[in-house]
């Protein structure tokens, strides 16, 4: 269970080129941080070092006690460019993996069907998907299974006027419950939240 | 369900789909089976004495075809990133990925052996034998193939460098095989080249999901 995130002097480098360094931060239960800077400073790199999929150059990241292999397996989500959705399957099928893989039940992953309007998409291959409906598809798997802390990479750049404020409601639902969120964004996200920039 | 059974059912499901999944790797066997004689001649006896060893090397070959997707997919659409997400070790999703492999494309090639086998020549009372040491040397091929393709994530014309890496970790497979067909043809004690490479694919399951897994974690990093 992930209590808090924390970053303690995090340096990250990717192609032998230095993002950042010393990078600290918090986020405590009830709080979204939008993590902002200029393209190719970082965001992504950090959202997958805080997801274990990204080596630290130097510095720490903890989950507030949680053992950190624990904490990622069990304790959050990630939502990055690449969606891992399979053109070929039905977005139902690949709904109904993705929930149960990060722990869900049928009756979540209905609901998050239900609750960003996939239900009668549902048994569309994920190619026939337009790019927002392919989005939300990704976002429905954040909903339908509970874990505390969401990284979402610009998660609502392909979505419509009408879906960025609904999913934007369903974030700060989230954060209401006591959730977590830190999101890369170009644009304010749409609830409160303090902005962790990464400077260029 | 467990999550790893429906991550198998998944990998089964989406190997099927895959260009023609296991059709491909069976037409492409079987394409190399009809090629034979026309390079080597027609003449029975000469094909009856290469037929088994042939099949053994077409299977090696064909096994080859879909290791190439084996993760190369899930690496560059984001779903190896999400697999690991989970509570599931690396090792074990590596495990059933290859095991995924192995009944889709394993298991329908060594169907296909057999008849590919007798087709040149090779007398029908080795069947049991080639579709045993096929299922057994096809595990071998899927999970130390599945070094190969992990080695090669990200790489360009990554097909290519997983063939070169996995040919060699084919070769114990191929001659503990190839010598169980052999000695059986020749009427001689068969049990040993067939424990071999039966322990080498143990091995290979044993340990190439570690390196798989360590691989993937390096490919992602």
Not at chain 1, 148 to 174: I, K, N, V, Y
Not at chain 2, 147 to 161: C, T, Y
Not at chain 2, 192 to 216: D, K, S, T
Request: aromatic fraction near 6%; glycine fraction near 12%.
């Amino acid at each position: 269970m992930i209590t808090a995130l924390e970053l303690r002097d995090v340096a990250v480098r990717r192609g032998g080129r230095l993002l950042f360094e010393g990078l600290r931060a918090t986020l405590s239960p009830g709080e979204a941080r939008a993590l902002t800077g200029a393209n190719g400073s970082g965001k992504t790199s950090l959202l997958r070092a805080v997801a274990g999929l990204v080596r630290l150059d130097a510095g720490e990241i903890s989950f507030g006690g949680a053992e950190p292999s624990e904490a990622r397996g069990a304790g959050l989500h990630l939502v990055g460019h690449q969606d891992g959705l399979k053109p070929a399957r039905t977005a139902a099928e690949e709904l109904a993996f993705w929930s149960h893989w990060t722990g869900g039940t049928p009756e979540s992953a209905a609901a998050a069907a239900e609750a960003l309007e996939l239900t009668p998409l549902l048994e569309l291959e994920v190619r026939r998907l337009s790019a927002g409906q392919r989005r939300r598809l990704a976002l429905s798997r954040v909903l339908a299974s509970p874990r505390t802390l969401w990284l979402l990479d610009e998660p609502l750049s392909p979505l419509d006027a009408r879906w960025r404020q609904r999913f934007g409601e369903m974030m700060a639902a989230h954060v209401a419950r006591g959730g977590m969120i830190l999101a890369a964004v170009h644009d304010p996200l749409p609830l409160p939240a303090r902005t962790l920039e990464i400077a260029a | 369900m467990s999550r790893l059974s429906t991550l198998l059912s998944r990998e089964v499901a989406l190997a099927w789909g895959r260009g023609g999944g296991p059709l491909v790797a069976v037409g492409f066997y079987g394409g190399v089976a009809t090629l034979v004689p026309l390079a080597i001649g027609p003449e029975p006896e000469r094909l009856a004495a290469v037929a088994p060893g042939l099949a053994w090397v077409a299977l090696a070959l064909a096994s080859l075809l879909s290791l190439e997707r084996l993760l190369e997919r899930d690496y560059e659409d984001g779903a190896l990133d999400l697999l690991t997400l989970s509570p599931t070790p690396l090792e074990l999703i590596c495990a059933v990925k290859c095991f995924g492999q192995w009944l889709a494309t394993g298991a329908p090639l060594a169907l296909a052996a057999p008849v590919a086998a007798i087709a040149l020549g090779a007398s029908p009372t080795m069947a049991p034998l080639i579709f045993a040491c096929a299922l057994a040397g096809g595990l071998a091929f899927a999970f130390m193939g599945g070094i190969g393709a992990a080695l090669s994530l990200g790489a360009r014309r990554g097909g290519l460098l997983t063939a070169v890496i996995v040919l060699p970790l084919f070769v114990p497979p191929v001659i503990f095989g190839g010598g169980a067909l052999d000695a059986y043809a020749a009427g001689l004690p068969w049990e040993a080249g067939f424990a071999l490479m039966a322990a080498y694919a143990l091995a290979a399951i044993a340990l190439g999901p570690i390196a798989m897994a360590a691989a993937c974690r390096n490919a992602l990093s």
